[in-house]
């Protein structure tokens, strides 16, 4: 039925805009991506059905397609906020976020009070490591809408690549008032908390998301670094099996495996759990760090040839 229709002669853009929300709700994205994009083939969509045809193929995960179909949706409607996010979010998609950035820009100019704008842009810069940006837009957005979660969430974050440990404490703190059933929220004021040296406060908070599926295994990791802290190497060593049990591939694991083992003068395991880390994860800091400590101290044929490593990873992440 939708191939006759789509061939039909006078097919006009209203036919197919009018059921479009009943094949949307219905799923049937096949149907409706087949409608819309007979009418761009004749030359009879809108900027608005172009924009419904993007929508689509993101939905498909088509996104050369909606793209291209959004960048023509916004040649005939250029100054569109919604069109503008939407490529934003397709661009983000293909990790180009320079060009995200772009349209966020446009979008920003044409609605400076349009919050979501501001958090898109704060996101997108977040991705490129551009962490002074990030704050200042996702601070906009959140004078304009103090009390969204997503809004404190992601500030949270930026504060936390900054190292601003007790400002991320305060927004994921308002972050858990405002959803307090997620528990990844709580994961991560128990992070913040334990990144601001609240030993008490961040085990209160991870104790609570060790028997959420979601959180465990990390839950269970910064437990083993807070057991650790205080020599007690038996709860650590306990939680982190636990953690590699959930997460087999986690690097930053195996390397506080292998410094519990170097600080109890383990220097074989040591050396093994680490090398373990750098494989999964060569550029680990902790784990090359650690790595450095041993060779060091033990005195390791390699210790000079691992120095400067860690001294290039240090430059590089100083950059």
Known sequence: AAERLSAAGDLAESDVISILPWLVTRQAFEIATLLLEAL???GLASAAGLYQLGLLYQQQNKLLQARAVLLKAAELKP????ILVELARVAEAQADYTSALSFLAHARALEPRNAAVHFAFGVACLEMNLLVEAQQSLGRALELEPENPRFNYAMGVAAEARTQHREAVKHFQKYRQ???DDVRGRLALGVAYFYSHE???ARRELEACVLQSETSAAAHYFLARLAGQQDRFEEAFQALETTLKLAPNFADAYAEL???HLKRREYEKAEAALQKALTLEPESYQANLYLTV???RTRHP???EQARAFDELKKKKSE
Do not use: I, W
Request: aromatic residues 4%; charged residues 25%; hydrophobic residues 30%.
């Open 199 to 201: 030993p008490e406060a």
């Open 302 to 304: 390699r210790a000079a």
């Open 258 to 260: 292998g410094h519990l």
């Open 79 to 82: 100054d569109t906020v919604p």
């Open 294 to 296: 041993l060779y060091s």
């Open 178 to 180: 405002l959803t307090p």
């Open 40 to 42: 761009d083939r004749r």
